[in-house]
């Protein structure tokens, strides 16, 4: 990163090109010593602003500010470009900075409370496998003080993994007969919140969420595996493939684009344009009134409408939608 020393000379170096720029060393009046003054300030203003933008793309990946932040991102460092930042005197890049500089920390406070969770929850065990026994002499007092801890864990996924670690702990401690069952329903809840958390509200027989990942499917897929009960894994499984398939789609979907032509009322009988990309039907609407029909085939799509558009001043638009259901594409026409 680029601190004071190194801003100090990018600083001297912009002064340097200005004054060789002004091609004079005449003293100039009062007026242009001012003027030059002010042109000064203006190029220390402007190269310590790029010297800080530097900074805080450097604690992202790629050097992108709306990116993760990289692993070698620490406090210090976000602390180191907090300060530079605060001698910044133009409002709106302070405030810029400022904000991008928040988004870091807050992925770095997610990133160590994911770890001070993890390893919470490692310590309860022998040789730290949340997979093995319990350390001797635990009780559910000092379990109790990990579990605070996991509670500071963002990630949904993560959270549940950490909580069905816990609950194994719990049924060791315990010692009951039925200590695996109890530890065997906390796995298939924790597998079952992380599956959900892939839907929309949800809702497994619905949509993937919009910012769904390929890293959360595979989250939860590593929760779906420690599942005993081969129903309720097969159960689970078949939901992770529904998401799966969603995704894909989603992927390889081709955008779809469109044009539509004029309609000229009492004159055109139907409303008709050309689209591109995955297209099975679609809808009009007249005036805030919606029609489903019409024809979508080989590209091209047409929908009657002479008994629904009666004036000019009529606002219609189209609708083309995809195999999902979904509109993916709207199209206003021009009506004379």
């Known amino acids: 990163m680029i601190f004071k020393t190194q801003i100090t000379k990018k600083v001297l ?10 091609g004079s060393i005449v003293t100039p009046i009062n007026v242009s010593s ?26 992202f990946q790629d050097n992108d500010v ?14 180191g470009v907090i300060t530079t930042i605060s001698y910044i005197t133009e409002a709106t890049k302070k405030a810029e900075f400022t904000a991008q500089v928040e988004e870091a920390q807050k992925q770095l406070n997610q990133r160590n409370a994911e770890k001070a969770g993890r390893a919470a929850v490692d310590q309860l065990f022998k040789n730290r496998d949340p997979k093995g026994t319990i350390k001797d002499g635990l009780t559910h007092e000092y379990i109790d003080g990990m579990e605070m801890i996991v509670n500071f864990v963002s990630d949904p996924i993560l959270r549940a993994e950490l909580q ?55 989250k939860a897929k590593e929760l779906v595996t420690t599942i005993k009960d081969a129903d309720k894994k097969a159960e689970l ?42 297209v099975t039907s679609m809808s009009i609407d007249v005036n805030g009134k919606r029609y489903y029909g019409g024809t979508v085939k080989n590209g091209t799509f047409s929908f009657y409408a002479l008994d ?29």
């Open 237 to 278: 499984e078949a939901a992770i493939a529904k998401a799966q398939k969603q995704v894909t789609e989603k992927e390889t979907a081709v955008s779809v684009t469109g044009t539509v032509d004029s309609f000229k009322v009492k004159t055109d009988r139907y409303l008709a344009g050309t689209y591109t990309g995955d």
């Open 13 to 22: 170096a912009t002064s340097a090109t200005l004054a060789i720029l002004g």
């Open 34 to 59: 001012v003027a030059a003054a002010e042109a000064t300030v203006d190029a220390k203003e402007l190269a310590w602003q790029d010297a800080v933008r530097e900074n805080v793309q450097w604690l």
């Open 308 to 336: 629904k558009i009666y004036s000019a001043n009529d606002v219609v638009i189209v609708n083309l939608y995809g195999a999902d259901k979904m509109i993916k594409k709207t199209l206003t026409v021009t009506v004379k």
């Open 164 to 218: 069905a670690d816990i609950a194994n702990a719990r049924a060791q401690v315990d010692g009951k007969t039925g200590g695996e069952n109890t530890a065997e329903l906390a796995r298939q809840e924790a597998a079952k919140k992380a599956v959900e958390e892939l839907f929309n509200n949800n809702d497994v027989n619905g949509t993937i969420k919009d910012n769904l990942t390929q890293d959360a499917i595979d």
């Open 66 to 79: 709306t990116g993760k932040i990289k692993d070698e991102t620490t406090q210090s460092a976000i602390n």
